[in-house]
């Protein structure tokens, strides 16, 4: 058995306001290294919102979450995005790179701020990263110049930049035509079969999710049996 | 390769040129105007201040004290309560008494060129009109050391009175209401009653009317005749090597000789402040050119900010700290600023070059004087400096607002 990546214990995260909002309720959960999971469940269960807090990108109102064996609770701001900086990579709905930067800009800018790699190497790898993806014709052209598809793909290459342990995918082929969706989530499932990297994705796919080991579907901020 | 940060930046600025262009010459232009307008009247405060000096002793000792003379025995028991009935003080002849000895000593001091005078009021007579004059006795072989009123002689020189002890210099205004010319006699009488006859052997003129009509010239000596004030001078006036030290010299001098010692610093005080005033006066409006130029930066960054919520959401997420964030538009504000500075100096050379070609005529002078223009180090690091700091200043909201986005806000936004 794999050792556990993450685990979430009674995690919840609640909107405060006049009426405080519970976006995601008493969730326990382990991912395991290597796992693919699919996250699923109608609009507004909360499944993008676990995403969230499972990705360090948002913390919990209540529960605790485990990554690597270490609680998160106590981490700052700064230790979050360094952990997601070097742990984790995200691909987001569509659309979410940096229009000013061109493909391989934007795969290189996690390489860059984490410094780990020299400018040499740090180019030699997004180029790699982009041609696996094939993609190596589009380096040097910016967002606006490519096709969805393309800038999925190229959002893919940035989430893998620092070699992350999870890769985290929020409706990745959300935006996509049949065909770039088919080719994203080709993408998804050869980076945890061959790479064997933990993927989770929220999708609302139900191919998409059938494709994956595991599917824990959310109603109302709660795993559903 | 460039530096992640500063590079994004960069990229944010080139993005927009156009409203990046704008900001830029708000900033530039501003910067231009501020080193153009505090340049100029640098200058003529300089000038002024320059004038001044050149016209006027740096220091004047007056036959005056600033205290009243305590008597001896209050000398004696300072802090006693002392009463004295019917002091009759003795009847001194006015003046700087030993003003020789104190000449003496003035000339121990290095930097320092000092000549006696005496001046008093008197009257010509000539031709049926009576005009009143100021006399100033003077030692014609020093005063060329301390004034500059042989610079103005038109007819003969300051030396042809130490030829002639008998001669007068006077006015062109003068000359011109009594007709006189040199060579010509005129009568002066002195409030004393004492007349004599001098011949004129020279006339000067300063273009201040007044002044060309009352002050006339004459030997030392026989100004004190005619006043009967024998070996003794009602002012000597000092000419410093270094005119700012004029304060702390005019301190040493007066506690020395106990004669009250101006300084130029405290006779102009009123203008000094004057001074002090309109540079106040200058600096914020020439500075509020530049709180609106930074009012476009402010613009610009902000623009920035809104615009990019998402991709600061996407670095953030990808592990950008909230102080990347902040420093990435705060390097804009300072790119902006140094890019404004670094053009807006150089324009505003071009504009201070261009003023100083400008000659015009000072009302009441025959001279043609160029714009007097300050071409002072300080000038371009005061532009430079304020320019900068109200650009990074500009920055600094709008980058704490962009290093306070939250991810998840705009991610959920986004993804509903």
């Not at chain 2, 090597?241 to 005019?250: G, L, R």
Request: proline share 5%.
């Amino acid at each position: 058995m794999s050792a556990v990546l993450l685990k979430a214990e009674r995690l919840t995260r609640t909107l405060p306001g006049e009426v405080p909002v519970t976006l995601v309720r008493d969730v326990d959960l382990e991912i395991r290294e290597g796992e693919f999971i699919a996250i699923t469940g109608p609009s507004g269960s909360g499944k993008s919102s676990l995403l969230y807090l499972l990705g360090l990108l948002d913390q919990p109102s209540g529960g605790k979450l485990w990554m690597d064996g270490k609680e998160t609770s106590g981490f700052s701001e700064n230790v979050l995005a360094d952990t997601r900086l070097s742990r984790l990579g995200f691909v987001f709905q569509a659309n979410f790179l940096l229009p000013e930067f061109t493909a391989l800009e934007n795969v290189l800018l996690p390489m860059r701020r984490l410094g780990r790699l020299t400018a040499g190497e740090a180019e030699a790898r997004a180029r790699r990263l982009l041609s696996d993806l094939g993609l190596e014709e589009q380096a040097g052209k910016l967002p606006h110049q490519m096709s969805g598809g393309q800038n999925q793909r190229v959002a893919i290459a940035r989430a893998l930049a620092n070699d992350p342990a999870l890769v985290f995918g929020d409706e990745p082929t959300g935006n996509l035509d049949t065909r770039s969706s088919a080719m994203v989530q080709g993408i998804l499932k050869d980076l945890s079969r061959k790479k064997g990297r933990t993927v989770i994705v929220v999708t609302h796919d139900p191919d998409f999710a059938a494709q994956c080991d595991r599917i824990i579907r959310i109603v109302d901020g709660k795993i559903a049996a | 390769m460039m530096p992640v940060l500063p590079g994004i930046a960069l990229r944010h600025l080139l993005a927009r040129k156009r409203q990046t262009l704008v900001s830029l010459f708000g900033i530039m232009l501003g910067t231009a105007f501020f080193l153009g307008i505090s340049a100029l009247m640098q200058g003529s405060e300089a000038d002024f201040i320059h004038r001044l000096i050149d016209n006027s002793p740096h220091i004047t000792i007056e036959d005056e004290f600033r205290n009243p003379h305590l008597q001896p025995v209050a000398q004696l028991y300072p802090g006693a309560v002392i009463q004295m009935h019917r002091v009759k003080p003795e009847t001194e002849t006015r003046g700087i008494r030993g003003y020789k000895q104190a000449l003496d000593y003035l000339r121990t001091m290095p930097g320092l060129r000092a000549s006696p005078l005496m001046q008093g009021q008197g009257l010509v007579s000539f031709a049926g009109k009576d005009e009143a004059l100021s006399l100033n006795g003077i030692i014609p072989q020093d005063i060329d050391r301390v004034s500059t009123i042989g610079s103005y002689m038109t007819v003969g020189t300051i030396q042809d009175l130490a030829a002639n002890p008998d001669g007068i210099i006077i006015g062109s205004e003068l000359a011109r209401l009594l007709s006189l010319e040199r060579g010509e006699s005129i009568t002066v009488s002195a409030t004393t009653g004492q007349r004599r006859v001098f011949k004129i052997v020279g006339i000067f003129h300063t273009g201040r009317a007044s002044y060309d009509q009352s002050q006339v010239f004459l030997a030392l000596k026989r100004v004190q005749a005619l006043l009967n004030r024998p070996n003794r001078a009602n002012s000597i006036i000092v000419k410093l090597d270094d005119p700012y030290a004029a304060h702390d010299t005019a301190g040493r001098i007066e506690t020395r000789l106990g004669y009250k010692s101006v300084s130029w610093q405290e006779a102009s005080e009123d203008m000094m402040s004057a001074l002090a005033l309109r540079n106040i006066i200058m600096y914020s409006v020439v500075s509020a050119v530049l709180v609106v130029a930074a009012f476009g930066i402010y613009n610009v960054i902000s623009t920035v900010v809104m615009e990019k919520q998402r991709d600061i959401a996407i670095l953030k997420s990808m592990g950008f700290h909230a102080g990347d964030i902040q420093s990435i538009f705060l390097t804009e504000g300072l790119l902006l600023g140094a890019l404004g500075c670094g053009l807006g100096l150089p324009l505003g050379m071009a504009i201070m070059y261009g003023l100083g070609l400008l000659h015009f005529k000072f009302p009441g002078t025959s001279q043609v004087t160029p714009m007097p223009i300050d071409w002072g180090w300080h000038q371009f690091v005061i532009a430079g400096g304020f320019a900068f700091l109200a650009a990074v200043g500009a920055a600094v909201l709008p980058a704490r607002r962009a290093a306070r986005v939250r991810p998840v806000d705009i991610l959920r936004g986004a993804g509903a």
